[in-house]
């Protein structure tokens, strides 16, 4: 089935450091959302972002909605170690099921 | 917790058993979700229910599956004569169906399945 696209797999960053990740499709979607996972558990609800060129902080997590409705970004500020995990995007067409990317691993350094 | 809950939250297993898995959403929440995972991807999508009523099955679900929401809150998920190929994490989520918001999503922990 359709996924969306996250690049790159794995990211590796220095505690204290911002990072970005972002998220395309080749559709379009009228809601996108950021989850965290972590080994073991369900993906917990980030961020979600319901309108195009929509910004939305959380803390210091920054998502966007893409103008053209096919790609989101996340900004992580000032990461710090409980900042590991999987991150994964997802989006919503018409109120129903969500497609998800495959993830990006996110490691901290100390 | 008033979270979304899933029973087990593991299952081992013989290929060719039967099992089933229960999940509990949001108690104000109308939708629930099955997804499934494997290791390395992200959920993909399996059914969903709009109160009792089972509104869309993916193809990945094939006949050995099939899911049940009889009173409209809990729902159960069944995999009849379970394959290797079945050994994954089955996601639940919960959503309270609002046009204004966009149908956020919350999941439950999940339950594993390995098939011996």
């Known amino acids: 089935g359709q996924q969306l696209n996250q690049s790159p797999q794995s990211m590796f960053i220095q505690e204290g450091e911002d990072v970005s990740m972002n998220c395309t499709s080749s559709?379009?979607?009228?809601?996108w959302l950021w989850y965290k996972q972590d080994p073991g558990e369900g993906p917990v609800l980030l961020i979600a972002?319901?309108?195009?060129?929509e910004l939305t902080s959380n803390g210091r997590l920054t998502a966007q909605f893409g103008i053209t409705r096919k790609d989101s970004f996340l900004n992580i500020s000032a990461s710090i170690p409980s900042d590991v995990g999987i991150y994964f995007c997802?989006?919503?067409?018409?109120?129903?099921?969500?497609?998800f990317g495959k993830g990006i691993t996110l490691s901290v350094r100390p | 917790d008033t979270g979304v809950s899933q029973d087990p939250r593991h299952k081992i297993t013989k290929r060719g058993q039967n099992v089933t898995f229960r999940c509990d959403p949001i108690?104000?929440?109308?939708?629930l979700y099955w997804y499934r995972q494997t290791l390395g991807q992200g959920p993909e999508f399996l059914t969903y229910?709009?109160?009792?009523?089972?509104?869309?099955k993916s193809r990945l679900l094939s006949d050995r599956f099939s899911a049940e929401r009889p009173k409209g809150s809990f729902s159960t998920l069944e995999i009849q004569r379970t394959e290797q190929g079945d050994s994954a994490m089955y996601l639940c989520?919960?959503?309270?169906?609002?046009?204004?918001?966009?149908?956020?999503?919350?999941f439950g922990p999940g339950t594993r399945l390995t098939v011996l």
């Open positions: 229910f709009q109160n009792e009523a089972q509104l869309e």
């Open positions: 559709s379009i979607f009228n809601t």
């Open positions: 972002l319901y309108k195009a060129g």
């Open positions: 108690s104000e929440h109308n939708r």
């Open positions: 997802a989006g919503l067409w018409a109120n129903s099921k969500l497609t």
């Open positions: 989520a919960s959503s309270s169906y609002d046009i204004s918001k966009g149908n956020e999503q919350f």
